[in-house]
Each structure stands twice: as C-alpha cells, then as structure tokens.
C-alpha cells in the first residue's frame, strides 16, 4: 500500500472513531431524556399509587368486615389516616355503621381505629393511642419505675388496646410510672399476648386521678364488646378534662377515647373525632335522603313505610345535629334519658325492617 | 472530497439510529403511561364498589359491583346542591378525582324505547377535551321493589 492510501486508511478511521464518540453521546442523551420521562412517568405513578392506597382507605371491607366510613385527615403534628373497623360477627342486617347487639350484655360500638399510618413504630409515652398497625406490635413503653400509689392506682384501671392478636385471657401487665418531677402518671398496658391469665376487672377510678395529659375525673362507662374474631374485651370510656385543656374530653360508649386512655396530643384527637363526624354525617345525610323516599313511596307496603318512617326520624335527628360530640354522642350513647339512643333506634328499625322484609335503611 | 462524503454518510446512520432509539423509547413510554392509567382506572372502581355511600344494602346478595339506585340519587343530589355542592365536591376530590362518574341502567319492565335511564352521579371533570372513559357492568338495586338491573357505571376521567 502507498502512503497516500495509508493516509486516507488513517483519515477513516478517524473518522469513525469520531463519527462512533458522535454516537455514543447522541445515544446518551436520547436515553437520559427517555429516563426523566420514564422517572416523571414512574413519579405519577407514585402518585397515583399513593391516591390508589388513599382510595384504599376509603374501601371498607377491604381487610376486615369493616362497617365504618374511613376518613382521611391531615391533622396537628401528624397524618393519620383512620381506618375504621366494626368488629362485628355478622353484617347481613345491619346498617352501614353499627354493630349487632351482643345478647345481654351491654353494646357499644366496637369501632377499632386501625392507624393505618404512623410516623414511627415507637408510640412515645403519653401518644394518643388510636389503634395498632396491624403489621406492627406497638408498645406502650414505661421506664419501669412506679410508687406505690401508683401501683396501686394501676391495678384498678383496665384499659384497652384494639388489637386484632389480643385475646381473652391475654395477660395484660400494667404498670405505672410517675413522671419525673411531675406529680403525674402514666398508666400503661402490655399485652404480652398468648398468657392465660384474666385481664384485670375494673373497679371504680379515684377522682382527680392525674394521667399524663388526661385527667379522669369520673368514670362514665365500663362496658364489654365482643369483637369479629370472637374475643371479648373491657373498655373504659372515660370523660373529663383537666383546667389547662390538655385533657380528652370524651363520652362514654367512645372506643376512640377508650382506646386512648393514655391519651396525648388533643388536637390530634380532636382532629380525628371531626373527620370521622364529618364523614359519617356526609354518610347519615344520603341515608336519610333515602329513607325519605322510602317512607313515602307507595310501591312500600304500609307497615314498611311505618317501620322505614321511625329510621328516617332518627337519622333526620341526627343530622340535624351540628356539634360532633353531640352526633358522636347521640350516635354512640347506650341510653339516653327519655329514650333509646340514636344508635340503638337506628338498629331497631334496621333489624325489623329487615325481618319484615322490606326495604332496609342502609 | 471523500471526507465530506464520510461525515454524511455517517451523520445518515446517526440520524437514522437516533430516529429508531426514540420511537422504540416512546413507544415504552406509551405502554406505561397506558398501564398506570389502568391501574388508576381499576383503584377509582375499587373505591366505587365499596363506596358506603353508593354501595347496595348489605343484606342482598349481591354485594359487588352494586349500586343503590336510591343512594346514587341522593348523591347526586348532594353533589349538586347549590349550597352544599362545592363543598362536597372538595371533600370526595381526593377519592374521585377529576372525573364524571355516570350510572346507565336498564329498566326491563319499561317499553323498549324507555328502558336505558341514566344519572350523572358527579361531575367534576375540569377539561372536556382530553378524556378518558371507562365502563364497567354493575347491578343496579332498586330498593322499593327489591329488583336488580343491569347498569354500567361510566367514568370519564382527565387523561
């Protein structure tokens, strides 16, 4: 070969290694576009798995037979997003948001608060205690010591943690703490889970009796519900507030107060209470809507109109009412003077319309 | 003179490598693009079947898929209540989105030409002119008489 063309050998392969360098960068250029679109496209993707989980929580009967509307709120200092559960053994009859009566004994609502999100495992001493993340034990934690009055003040309180692995007969260790340089206490509970020992009965709670960041002033409620797996537990609903507001003022029947006797931040609890009225009143109204129709449809026999006119009655009662505690209250109190309460109305009318077979509230 | 011809030669196999590249990345961006728009698709008819506020009474026995045609209506209504609307319309934002959520059912005791009826459950959708549209197969309940229809509940969603 001459060296001219040996030269122009040379110009080629400069040339390709050129025009090859050309194409590498073009090539990663085109492929970081196609990823930012890719990771926009994953992001709302996200995005939308988030409003997919979100939507979730709207779903009930999505993990367990639940019967309450779930709300979403943002609330002071956290995000929660409650889920809320009624533990209940058989749904056939009943409206959307009550439980069955349990025999004899007295009922409640068994609304088991799921928080379906938290910002740590570790629920801090004196957190407001909703519920537990099915997927994560919560304890309690106390730093072990406790005076005697204190011990003693924690033998005579039961409280309750919704748990769906707490069963009866579950040993359940309480102990209390006095707070360093504080005259309060703390009152913890710790299911060890699986022990057969009882949970302990509950008598009356002294007055002026100073919990961390709740002041129980009187017992207003002991009452037992069973819940969907068959266990039976004991709930404490207790009512009152200490002068500096920092207190949980609650009424009785109240599983979220309940569940919270260790009670906390109130305006995470206020949040939630508001959210949940708020959703459940959204709900009464278009139930109310339809029973109003029901009632006066003339394709309804009469005795069903009759029936389906006391549920409308008492849903227009209830919606008619504009503070939360005071629907709360009337949705969830055992008895109220003068008459049944709201909630157990609403389940009488459910049960006969249902056993007439007519048309149902809800 | 040959360089020049082996600068164009190559910048035709860039330009047509380059062009290749770029239609097979978009077409994987539309293949996902339409795979999340279906996952969305089937979260929005996950939260409508279970919707207490739409869903059929426990009691029957269809307890998926089901809408109560009474309780529809009486959303509707909420929806579109002049004082009550907006707020309402916020408050299931994040559950329905921007969308038009539209139930059509099939009275078959009517005449043929009265059969179809249809109610617009919420309409929230912002643009009209870039949407997408599901159709699902529902029963509707009729609660009065206890009867079931065949329904489809239309959603129309922003795409």
């Known amino acids: 070969m001459r060296r001219g063309q040996l030269e122009v050998s040379f110009q080629w392969i ?15 250029l085109i492929k970081g576009c196609s990823d930012s679109e890719t990771a926009a496209a994953s992001a709302g993707s996200l995005k939308n798995a988030a409003t997919a989980l979100a939507g979730i929580a709207w779903q009930t009967g999505a ?101 769906p692995n707490v069963r009866v007969g579950d040993a359940a260790t309480l102990t209390a703490s006095q707070l360093p340089r504080t ?4 009152i913890v509970a710790r299911f060890d889970g699986g022990a057969s020992s009882s949970l302990p009965v509950l008598p009356s709670i002294p007055s002026n009796a100073n919990v961390y960041g709740v002041v129980i002033n009187q017992v207003t409620q002991t009452v037992e ?35 919270a006797i260790v009670a906390g931040r109130k305006p995470t609890y206020d949040c939630g209470k508001t959210a949940l009225v708020d959703r459940m009143h959204r709900l009464t109204a278009i139930y109310e809507s339809r029973a109003s129709t029901l009632k006066s449809d003339p394709g309804v026999s009469a005795e069903c109109r009759i029936k389906m006119g006391e549920g409308h009655a008492t849903l227009r009662t209830l919606n008619a009412m504009t503070s939360a505690d005071s629907y709360l209250e009337a949705l969830l109190e055992q008895g109220v003077p003068g008459g049944p309460a709201q909630g157990m109305s609403l389940l009488n009318a459910q049960d006969g319309l249902y056993i007439m077979n007519c048309p149902v509230i809800a | ?14 330009g047509l490598v380059l062009l290749y590249y770029v239609r097979i990345n978009a077409h994987e961006v539309k293949t996902d693009t339409a795979n999340y728009q279906a996952k969305e698709d089937l979260a929005m008819l996950g939260r409508l ?24 209506q ?13 707020a309402s319309k916020v408050y299931y934002n994040p559950v329905l989105g921007a969308t038009n959520i539209t139930l059509r059912w099939y009275d078959l005791a009517k005449p043929p030409g009265q059969m179809a009826q249809q109610l617009t459950i919420y309409s929230n959708l912002r643009d009209s002119t870039r949407v997408r549209t599901t159709t699902t197969y529902f029963t509707a309940f009729e609660p009065v008489n206890s009867t079931r229809q065949f329904a489809m509940l239309i959603v129309e969603r922003q795409s």
Request: hydrophobic residues 45%; proline residues 5%; glycine residues 10%.
């Open chain 2, 1 to 14: 003179m040959e360089p020049i011809i082996i600068v164009i030669v190559l910048a035709i196999i860039i």
């Open chain 1, 225 to 259: 519900f069973s819940t969907w797996n068959g266990a039976t537990y004991v709930a404490t609903a207790v009512a009152g507030a200490d002068g500096s507001g920092n207190g949980v003022s609650v009424h009785s029947g109240d599983t979220l107060a309940a569940g």
């Open chain 1, 14 to 28: 400069y040339v390709l290694i050129a025009g090859g360098a050309f194409l590498f960068l073009f090539l990663f």
């Open chain 1, 63 to 163: 993990r367990m037979n639940m019967t309450m509307p779930d709300a979403q709120v943002i609330c002071p200092a956290s995000s929660l997003s409650l889920s809320n559960g009624d533990n209940v053994a058989s749904m056939d009859r009943l409206p959307a948001f009550l439980p069955p009566s349990v025999g004899g004994r007295t009922r409640i609502i068994t609304t088991e608060v799921m928080l379906a999100r938290s910002q740590t495992p570790a629920i801090p001493l004196g957190s407001v205690l909703y519920g537990i993340d099915e997927n994560t034990r919560y304890l309690l934690v106390t730093d072990g010591s406790g005076s005697g009055a204190a011990a003693a003040m924690a033998t005579r309180i039961g409280v309750l943690l919704s748990h």
């Open chain 2, 49 to 72: 079947t279970t919707l207490p506020e739409l869903a059929c009474p426990r009691s029957e026995t269809v307890k998926t898929y089901c809408i109560d045609l009474l309780k529809a």
């Open chain 2, 74 to 86: 009486a959303f509707a209504s909420m929806m579109g209540d002049a004082r009550s609307g907006p």
């Open chain 1, 183 to 186: 005259t309060k206490t703390i």
